[in-house]
C-alpha cells in the first residue's frame, strides 16, 4: 500500500462517483487483500505473525479496526485494461467497495495506519523492543524443555 499508484489524469473533467473508476489506471483496489487477524499479544501470537509476514507480499497494520494482514497480490481476475474478467459474477465484497475516498485519490502510507509493518524485520524490531525477552522465548518451547531433559539425563 506504499507504492505510487498511478492515476491518469482527468484533464478538465469532473470526477464523480459514476466516472470515477474510468480514470483509475492501475485499479489498485483490486491489487491487494487485506485480512482481519485477532489482535496478537503474546511472544506466540507475534512469533506467529513474524511467520505469516515472511511470506512473499505480505505486510501486517493496525488501524482504529484492529490488525490486518496486507497481502499484495493483484486479482487474477483483474484484466490488463484495469478491468474485472468476472464483473457479472465478482463477489459480493467487490461489489461493496466503495470509490468515496478510495486509492484513486492518493496512496496509502504509514501515516494511515497506528502501526505498519512493511517487512519482516521490521515486525522483529517493534517484538524485540515489546517484550524484553524475546530473543529467550524459543529457549522455553516444549521442544527444547524436552532436549534440555535428555541432555541432563545423558549426563547422569
Ligand atoms: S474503486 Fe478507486 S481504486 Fe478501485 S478502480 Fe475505482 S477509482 Fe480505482
Ligand atoms: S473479482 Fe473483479 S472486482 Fe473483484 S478484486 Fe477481482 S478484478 Fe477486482
Not at 42 to 69: C, P, R, V
Not at 86 to 102: F, V
Not at 112 to 132: G, I, M, N, V, W
Amino acid at each position: 500500500m506504499t507504492t505510487v499508484i498511478p492515476i491518469k489524469p482527468a484533464g478538465k473533467v469532473k470526477i464523480t462517483p459514476e466516472n470515477k473508476c474510468s480514470f483509475c489506471k492501475g485499479s489498485t483496489c483490486c491489487t491487494y487483500l487485506t485480512h482481519q487477524i485477532d489482535t496478537p499479544r503474546s511472544m506466540e501470537d507475534f512469533d506467529m505473525l513474524l511467520w505469516q509476514i515472511s511470506h512473499a507480499n505480505t505486510q501486517a497494520y493496525k488501524d482504529s479496526d484492529g490488525w490486518f494482514l496486507l497481502v499484495n497480490n493483484r486479482c487474477l481476475h483483474l484484466a490488463p485494461d484495469g478491468r474485472c474478467g468476472i464483473y457479472h459474477d465478482r463477489p459480493q465484497i467487490c461489489r461493496d467497495h466503495s470509490n468515496d475516498e478510495c486509492e484513486f485519490d492518493g496512496p496509502c502510507g504509514e501515516g494511515d495506519f497506528d502501526l505498519f509493518f512493511p517487512t519482516y524485520e521490521s515486525l522483529l524490531k517493534f517484538c524485540r523492543k515489546k517484550f524484553k525477552r524475546w530473543d529467550e522465548r524459543l529457549k522455553a518451547t516444549p521442544e527444547n524443555k524436552t532436549k534440555v531433559k535428555k541432555k541432563k539425563a545423558r549426563k547422569k
